[in-house]
T-cell receptor, first 109, second 113 residues
Framework: GIQVEQSPPDLILQEGANSTLRCNFS?????LQWFHQNPWGQLINLFY???GTKQNGRLSATTVATERYSLLYISSSQTTDSGVYFC???????????FGKGTTLSVSS | KAGVTQTPRYLIKTRGQQVTLSCSPI?????VSWYQQTPGQGLQFLFE???????NKGNFPGRFSGRQFSNSRSEMNVSTLELGDSALYLC????????????FGPGTRLTVT
């Protein structure tokens, strides 16, 4: 099955810093989503981005499907950005999302 | 528009018991998927239901089962609970089955003692 690798596993930043999270996947995908898991466990949708580039405020994402990677950019980070960021992909077989192990981001003031 | 809802939010059960978790998708969404999250295994796909039919199943034992009703609400059942079933169970809905954006509920945290 498809393998999803996220890097770095942990990231510690000062408020105001920028960061880039990476997601590599091992096969072609029909779906790619980025999520932020809040402290209570809920997965919050950030981007649905099987290809191309999208921006939403301080966050943006780029997926280069032909090279099998996606990047999530966080600019001017805030303490509320802390948490775990997951990349999840869906292959040819259908709806099932395959998740990476996540990047744990800690932003301090 | 209301999001995905899951009940109950927290549950404590004893080994050997069975449990039923419920998920109501976003209005108009017909696909419901279930995922298990544990510290050791991360987030893993359990199964997907669309139009009351199981469309896809992950690599879990037969003790894990589910169903979907005509209003798209879904339930999952775990029989003969084991300690290793302690996890956060997340439900996701999407408009259709396939490569559509999925939206997750708040989860049910199950503890098996």
């Amino acid at each position: 099955g498809i393998q999803v690798e996220q890097s770095p596993p942990d990231l510690i930043l000062q408020e105001g810093a920028n960061s880039t999270l990476r997601c590599n996947f091992s096969d072609s995908v029909n779906n790619l989503q980025w999520f932020h898991q809040n402290p209570w466990g809920q997965l919050i949708n950030l981007f649905y981005i099987p290809s191309g580039t999208k921006q939403n405020g301080r966050l943006s994402a780029t997926t280069v499907a032909t090279e099998r990677y996606s990047l999530l950019y966080i600019s001017s980070s805030q303490t509320t950005d802390s948490g775990v960021y997951f990349c999840a992909v869906g292959g040819q077989a259908g709806t099932a999302l395959i998740f990476g192990k996540g990047t744990t981001l800690s932003v301090s003031s | 528009k209301a999001g995905v809802t899951q009940t109950p939010r927290y549950l404590i059960k004893t080994r050997g018991q069975q449990v039923t978790l419920s998920c109501s998708p976003i209005s108009g969404h017909r696909s419901v998927s279930w995922y298990q999250q544990t510290p050791g295994q991360g987030l893993q796909f359990l199964f997907e239901y669309f139009s009351e039919t199981q469309r896809n199943k992950g690599n879990f034992p037969g003790r894990f089962s589910g169903r979907q009703f005509s209003n798209s609400r879904s339930e999952m059942n775990v029989s003969t609970l084991e300690l290793g079933d302690s996890a956060l169970y997340l439900c996701a809905s999407s408009r259709y089955s396939g490569s559509y954006e999925q939206y997750f509920g708040p989860g049910t945290r199950l503890t098996v003692t």
